[in-house]
């Protein structure tokens, strides 16, 4: 099975944590998330994530201290999903680029949120220490 390693950022604002929502075509599809992605060939998890964040959502982040971390397995990959606290650099205003939809969302709301698999392990713990 493949496996792939996969940074997230941890981004609160106000109480709330930035989720995005999957396209309803291809993997995972329709699922909210963790703002991320791949780490490519020859990144590191900091690099990968900024370079994610760009691209998804249009802004610049500071990645901070790791968060915490999970492994999955879905029927066709195997996930290490790592997740980073992360900041927007000052001004920056995230925008669904590579979404269907963003949000800001109260920690207690998570669990209700129809979550990739790999994610949901996280949700609690995020809904406890943000």
Same mark, same amino acid.
């Given at each position: 099975?493949? +496996?792939?390693?996969? /940074?997230?950022? !941890? $981004? #609160?604002?106000? =109480?709330?944590?930035?989720?995005?929502?999957?396209?309803?075509? @291809?993997?995972?599809?329709?699922?909210?998330?963790?703002?991320?992605?791949?780490?490519?060939?020859?990144?590191?998890? +900091?690099?990968?994530? /900024?370079?994610? !964040? $760009? #691209?998804?959502? =249009?802004?610049?982040?500071?990645?901070?201290?790791?968060?915490? @971390?999970?492994?999955?397995?879905?029927?066709?990959?195997?996930?290490?999903?790592?997740?980073?606290?992360?900041?927007?650099?000052?001004?920056?205003?995230?925008?669904?680029?590579?979404?269907?939809?963003?949000?800001?969302?109260?920690?207690?709301?998570?669990?209700?949120?129809?979550?990739?698999?790999?994610?949901?392990?996280?949700?609690?713990?995020?809904?406890?220490?943000?």
């Amino acid at each position: 099975m493949r +496996r792939v390693r996969v /940074v997230a950022a !941890l $981004i #609160e604002r106000d =109480g709330r944590v930035l989720i995005t929502r999957r396209h309803e075509r @291809g993997e995972r599809a329709g699922l909210w998330e963790f703002p991320g992605g791949k780490v490519e060939p020859g990144e590191n998890d +900091r690099g990968a994530l /900024v370079r994610e !964040l $760009i #691209e998804e959502l =249009g802004v610049l982040v500071r990645v901070g201290a790791l968060f915490d @971390g999970v492994e999955h397995a879905y029927p066709d990959v195997h996930v290490d999903l790592i997740l980073y606290r992360a900041e927007l650099e000052p001004g920056d205003e995230p925008r669904p680029l590579q979404a269907a939809e963003m949000r800001w969302a109260a920690p207690d709301e998570l669990r209700a949120l129809p979550f990739c698999e790999a994610d949901v392990p996280l949700l609690a713990r995020v809904a406890g220490r943000v």
